[in-house]
């Protein structure tokens, strides 16, 4: 069911990544501001990143994986022990904006501003250029990735068009996209935040691991990729983070799962590309350059 799948290293039937946006309580203040510190219930959720990356860090230890992990820059600087913790595991820190801005919702120039500051933090915190970004939200803008050729990076973790990795392109370069969905994400299964407005009912952990399974097992089946969104406030809370540590214990027994960095896939996938074993797909950015001409004689209002 997918027509070119990449070759994955010693042959294996999937990539996987399981990658954690670390927002902690960046997305509570750049929604509600001046109302944000009177939020202290709140706050302590998104604050529970504080227990929950030990926790996680302790896991990928214990199963012998390193993984990668998307840090809004602002979060960083106030934690800035939970990644020296995760430099210490030798873990990939990626970018996810400076404060969880949303890049569609900000004038080209501003985006620039937010999108070089992020970068300026990674660098002087981690020593080293970040090679990946997420856009906060999804909300990737028609900028965005002439923004990231600029500054270096190989892959984009935002966007969902396909199941294996394919490359965006602009008139000024490309990178590698490594594709996710909403239903891979542990937001849509789990987020109950009354102060934010978010009211989905709370699943189970195995109702929503069930989702991750039937992603994780159609993807071994044809050779794709999968890649998780997901939070330590959220999935690293107790019962799931136990079910997580399960779910990995079943992919490594297979045998046949190869366990990255995005870094890693987006290398790999590069090598592929250039000895060529493998020929990517090409999506040109952006879409469209604003309404289409059918909405502009004004009859669809
Ligand atoms: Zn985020």
Redesign the pocket.
């Known amino acids: 069911m997918i027509k070119n799948p990449v070759p994955w290293p010693n042959g294996a039937k999937v990539a996987c990544a399981i990658t954690f946006?670390i927002?902690t309580d960046s997305i509570l203040h750049l929604e509600h501001r001046e109302r944000a510190p009177d939020l202290l219930a709140t706050m302590s959720w998104l604050k529970y990143d504080i227990v929950a990356i030990p926790r996680i860090l302790d896991m990928y230890e214990r199963h012998g994986i390193k993984q990668t992990f998307f840090y809004p820059a602002w979060c960083m600087e106030q934690y800035p022990h939970l990644v020296d913790m995760i430099l210490e595991g030798g873990h990939e820190i990626a970018a996810?904006g400076y404060l969880?801005e949303n890049p569609n919702k900000l004038k080209p120039e501003e985006e620039l501003y937010w999108f070089d500051r992020q970068v300026e933090v990674i660098k002087k915190m981690t020593g080293k250029s970040p090679r990946g970004w997420r856009a906060?939200?999804y909300n990737y803008s028609k900028s965005s990735l002439d923004y990231m050729i600029d500054k270096g990076m190989i892959y984009d973790a935002s966007l969902m068009g396909d199941d294996i990795p394919y490359i965006l392109q602009t008139d000024k370069g490309q990178v590698i996209e490594l594709p996710t969905q909403w239903a891979m994400d542990d937001w849509p299964h789990y987020t109950h935040a009354p102060d934010m407005h978010y009211m989905m009912p709370i699943k189970a952990p195995d109702e929503a691991m069930n989702v991750f399974m039937s992603e994780f097992e159609a993807m071994r089946r044809h050779q794709g990729l999968w890649i998780t969104v997901w939070h330590p406030f959220v999935s690293g809370r107790l019962a799931r983070c136990e079910r997580v540590s399960q779910m990995i214990e079943y992919m490594q027994g297979t045998g046949d799962v190869w366990f990255a960095t995005m870094e890693e896939i987006a290398v790999h996938v590069q090598k592929c590309i250039d000895d060529g074993s493998w020929k990517p797909r090409i999506d040109k950015l952006p879409y469209y350059d604003g309404p289409i001409p059918e909405l502009q004689d004004g009859t669809l209002a």
């Open positions: 946006d927002d996810h969880h906060p939200l």
